[in-house]
């Protein structure tokens, strides 16, 4: 926890300082601002004297060559991988369930499962799309320090193998570090957030283009939005980067920022006011559900240990299940699916008891569906 005790010491000297940390321009600039942020070195750059062994971006779309041991990419198109946890009412992940209990159904029409596993132990990918603009200060001055917590917070819960990238937006969305397993560079790429920039949120674009570079990540990935929720500048509507998050098919899970300012602030905001951040928390839950993740909203900062593990169970606690969909029509049209558990017997819904032989009523989370290939002309 040294990285989110050093936060929280930061935190205090900010509270203490008042507003004058915002002039602090020697601190480096924050997303969105003028100086030139690094990005990803193209492949005909020259090669830099290190010691490490050189990363592919798997935000770049024309790497090809993986390393031995480091996660690859696959695009296959006849095979749709599914990622399921089965919960029961206090949202506790329900292990042991044999492959046999499974059921997938595409358009309602059941299909044959070619790969089964629950390695939980398997690393995993995850895309950290921060929101970090000077609209918190509008709004509530402990809004930065609480992104930095849960940001600070989440990356302590990782394990050592596990890759992850930092990307926040305003007015536009900026990778701070591609997928690394350097907790170092992971820190590096945190302290850039101190200065918030602009007050605009392009939200649907920074999810859109993070999803879509992750499609063809294999094994566990997930993305993990820590936002408001609102968004006041992508070129995207809600309705397309809805329908671009559904292809990517790259489950997102939320941390909802503002809940305790808007506790606090409700008698003094006007209706479109409130309006716009029911719209935001609806927004979040799309997204979320629709992917097979989950939304969170905390309203105090006791409540974050717990959302961590329930997002870290969430992850590493996944049935992966792999089918060849039966419909092989290449025809760009959006497909439906529906993960049940049954009795292989008799079909019926799959009984689960506890330790007392009483029932269990659990929920199955899973993404919805996926857009089919479309045949190239």
Excluded: C
Excluded at 12 to 17: I, K
Excluded at 37 to 65: G, N, Q, R, Y
Excluded at 137 to 150: E, N, P, R
């Amino acid at each position: 926890m040294k990285y989110l005790k050093a936060i929280v010491f930061s935190g205090a000297v900010l509270v203490l300082a008042g507003v004058s940390f915002r002039f602090a321009a020697a601190q480096g600039p924050g997303p969105g601002q003028s100086e030139t942020v690094a990005k990803p070195k193209k492949k005909d750059a020259p090669a830099e004297v290190t010691d490490e062994p050189k990363i592919p971006s798997k935000f770049s779309k024309k790497d090809k060559d993986v390393p031995e041991g480091l996660p690859t990419f696959s695009s296959d198109v006849n095979t749709v991988q599914l990622e399921v946890a089965v919960l029961d009412n206090h949202g506790h992940f329900i292990p042991n369930i044999p492959r046999g209990n499974f059921r997938v159904l595409e358009d309602n029409v059941p299909q044959q499962i070619s790969g089964f596993s629950t390695n939980a132990d398997a690393p995993m990918t995850v895309a950290m799309v921060i929101e970090f603009n000077a609209l918190f200060q509008q709004y509530w001055s402990q809004g930065w320090y609480q992104t930095l917590v849960a940001s600070y917070g989440f990356v302590e819960t990782l394990k050592p193998d596990d890759y992850v990238a930092i990307i926040a937006y305003d007015l536009r969305p900026e990778i701070l570090t591609d997928f690394t397993t350097d907790r170092g560079k992971i820190q590096e790429a945190m302290q850039r957030l101190r200065i918030p920039g602009f007050s605009e949120s392009n939200m649907y674009d920074a999810l859109v283009d993070t999803a879509q570079r992750m499609t063809n990540i294999e094994g566990r990935k997930a993305i993990l939005l820590i936002a408001t929720g609102r968004d006041t500048f992508s070129k995207l509507t809600f309705d397309k980067a809805r329908k671009a998050i559904q292809e990517a098919g790259v489950p997102i899970y939320a941390i909802s920022l503002l809940q305790a300012f808007r506790i606090v602030a409700d008698a003094y905001m006007s209706d479109s006011q409130r309006m716009d951040f029911l719209q935001a928390d609806n927004q979040l839950n799309t997204f979320t559900r629709e992917t097979g993740g989950e939304a969170f909203f905390p309203r105090f900062y006791g409540e974050f240990p717990n959302i961590f593990r329930d997002i870290g169970n969430a992850l590493r606690n996944q049935y992966s299940i792999a089918y060849s969909p039966s419909n092989q029509v290449k025809d760009g049209k959006f497909r439906k699916i529906k993960v049940e558990l049954v009795n292989p017997d008799n079909g019926e819904q799959l009984r689960i008891t506890d330790q007392k032989n009483k029932p269990i009523k659990y929920s199955i989370v899973a993404k919805q569906g996926y857009t089919a290939p479309r045949a190239v002309e």
